[in-house]
């Protein structure tokens, strides 16, 4: 294969992080111009400037990937990332959609565990693709870590 051309699987993932950039900062935007339009300058929703700046650092991680720099680190942050998203999503539903994730009133869930995973993958094509962009994410990045691919 060519050296000026990226491998394949390079391609995929930076097609998947910026699914995952572009669903994080449009939602962190734009509910913290929600809360900013009501009065409120720091949202007592602690996601939203999480997912701005997290959206962010994807942008960046980008850049120096297409750089050629720090790729190693950059699949490990990307990883950990990626983990800490999926498992965010659900741990706050777990949670019962607290404020701050596990502190703050919320109701609790109860019930089946299961089920209730499920229901919150399928609960809508944002989410649905949100969810499997960040897990296949995680792979590809683990996988380019673990085989020292370039």
Do not use: C, K
């Not at 699987?9 to 509910?31: C, F, I």
């Not at 949670?95 to 089920?115: A, I």
Request: glycine fraction near 12%; aromatic fraction near 14%; charged fraction near 10%.
């Amino acid at each position: 294969m060519d050296s000026d051309f990226p491998s394949p699987l390079l391609v995929v993932a930076a097609h998947l992080a910026v699914v995952v950039a572009v669903v994080h900062l449009t939602l962190g935007v734009y509910n913290w111009l929600r809360y900013a339009g009501a009065g409120f300058l720091v949202p007592p929703d602690v996601r939203w400037p999480l997912f701005v700046i997290s959206g962010l650092f994807l942008v960046a991680g980008l850049v120096l990937a297409v750089q050629g720099r720090y790729r190693r680190p950059l699949y490990l942050g990307g990883v950990v990332l990626m983990t800490g998203y999926v498992v965010g999503y659900f741990g706050w539903h777990l949670s019962g959609h607290r404020p701050l994730f596990f502190l703050g009133p919320g109701t609790p869930h109860r019930g089946p565990l299961v089920p209730f995973l499920l229901d919150h993958l399928f609960a809508g094509p944002v989410e649905f693709l949100t969810i499997v962009s960040e897990v296949a994410l995680a792979v590809v990045l683990l996988y380019l870590l673990v085989t020292g691919s370039e």
